[in-house]
Nanobody, 125 residues
Framework: VQLQASGGGSVQAGGSMRLSCAASRRTFSRFVMAWFRQGPGKEREFVAA????????YYADSVKGRFTISRDNAENTVYLQMNSLAPEDTAVYYCAASSTIITSNLRQKAGYNYWGQGTQVTVSS
């Protein structure tokens, strides 16, 4: 599985941005798809995720209500819509996928076996 993230850039605080993650695989049944981010001098942290064959979405508390993870089945693409962006959202954003992770562990980066290359998001105040 190859993941290609795009859509990053610079935006002012309060603005919006949408990230895309195009996946090479045709079917993702039982996969978990996620976004992580890594800010300057910080550990990579969980942002959002969903299980491809389910309806529930999962978010980090820091982005809940501002970010939305979604998918386009026909395009094998996962999106991260980010609204009300703040300087603390500045980070490199990575999409990730796992065919083996269990739901209770989907916030843990160690459980993901496929990663995109990352896309930089910079939010200025």
């Amino acid at each position: 599985v190859q993941l290609q993230a795009s859509g990053g850039g610079s935006v002012q605080a309060g603005g919006s941005m949408r990230l895309s993650c195009a996946a090479s695989r045709r079917t993702f049944s039982r996969f978990v798809m996620a976004w992580f981010r890594q800010g300057p001098g910080k550990e990579r942290e969980f942002v959002a995720a969903f299980r491809w064959d389910g309806l529930r979405t999962y978010y980090a508390d820091s982005v809940k209500g501002r970010f939305t993870i979604s998918r386009d089945n026909a395009e094998n693409t996962v999106y991260l819509q980010m609204n009300s962006l703040a300087p603390e959202d500045t980070a490199v954003y990575y999409c990730a996928a796992s065919s083996t992770i269990i739901t209770s562990n989907l916030r843990q980066k160690a459980g993901y076996n496929y990663w995109g290359q990352g896309t930089q998001v910079t939010v200025s105040s």
